[in-house]
């Protein structure tokens, strides 16, 4: 039995001109332990699809269709009969880490009134568990962390606490929204490596939202993908490349070819250049190594 099940989701913005339509007839299920990848361009209704089943849209947007969690559909609950599954039983991960910490309150506070509002652990035991947490995010030096405000640590970091926060919580699905968007391509692999680690234990179904399908290709049992708030392909990551149903989803493989085979090209131009010039292995190597994600990127869509 299916841990989520979304039918004929639609979604529609009214404003005082006209109505638009957001989502349209969005289908999806989601078994427990496995991973979703949600595929599409800014604009194609990827994070709309989480919001809206969650229940954190304004009172402009009029929400249809069925988001089955656990046999209860939760688009005709209430804001108080969602506010306990937020959390405890779906976690959600935003796109830029640094708008979800306050910036006046030092991290382990804010990690510690998390604790109280849901009550995961005795007052005597908060700092002793945020440690933990923190150091099982590989996290160096975890109490100093602790003291320190959001715009003193660095956003992969910041990244880290939430997943950390949020796994801390063992919720039954984790919807992570382009977790990986306002970092770096070096700190990118590794929270892709934390994700893949909550993925491999099988104890959180995952959807995972992105306009990567490299990433994605790392994770997702099944990717479904948006465009214009329809859904324009669905099936496994072998099937959406090798068998892509959509010339939408045809064009967004072949840019991101394009994009790695610059990046090995970019990659085979400076080894020769240096083989000319004389340049040092140790800068070779660096080199290579911040090159590393979109090398991986390149073989991975290319097997």
């Known amino acids: 039995m299916s841990l989520l099940v979304v039918n004929n989701l639609s979604l529609v913005h009214h404003n005082k001109v006209r109505e638009k339509q957001i989502l349209n007839n969005v289908s999806f299920s989601l078994e427990a332990g496995s991973c979703l990848g949600i595929l599409g361009e800014s604009g194609s209704g990827k994070s709309m699809t989480a919001k809206a089943i969650l229940g954190i849209l304004s009172r402009d947007f009029t929400v249809s269709g069925e988001a089955l969690f656990k046999g209860k559909n939760l688009l005709t609950m209430s804001p108080l009969e969602l506010r306990p599954l937020r959390g405890l039983e779906i976690g959600m991960i935003m796109q830029n880490p640094m708008t979800c910490f306050d910036p006046l309150y030092k991290i382990g506070n804010q990690m510690f009134e998390t604790f109280e509002t849901h009550a995961l652990f005795p007052k005597s035991e908060w700092q002793a568990n945020a440690v933990a947490i923190l150091k099982k995010m590989h996290i160096r030096e975890p109490e100093d962390v ?122 085979y131009n400076n080894q020769v250049a240096e083989t000319v010039t004389g340049v040092g292995k140790g800068q070779r190597n660096r080199e290579q190594n911040t090159s590393l994600w979109p090398e991986m990127v390149g073989r991975e869509a290319t097997c």
């Open 146 to 267: 602790l003291n320190k405000f959001p715009h003193q640590l660095s956003g992969g970091m910041l990244q880290r606490i939430m997943i950390g926060i949020a796994m801390a919580m063992k919720p039954e699905i984790l919807i992570c929204d382009e977790p990986t968007t306002a970092i770096d391509s070096i700190t990118q692999y590794e929270i892709i490596k934390e994700f893949k680690t909550i993925k491999e234990s099988k104890e959180v179904a995952m959807i995972f939202i992105t306009h990567d399908i490299s990433v994605i290709s790392h994770l997702a049992d099944e990717i479904m993908v948006l465009n214009n708030g329809q859904v324009a392909d669905y099936g496994t990551f072998k099937d959406i490349l090798t068998s892509p149903k959509d010339a939408y989803t045809k064009m967004l493989i072949e840019q991101k070819l394009a994009v790695a085979n610059r990046y090995r090209q970019m990659l």
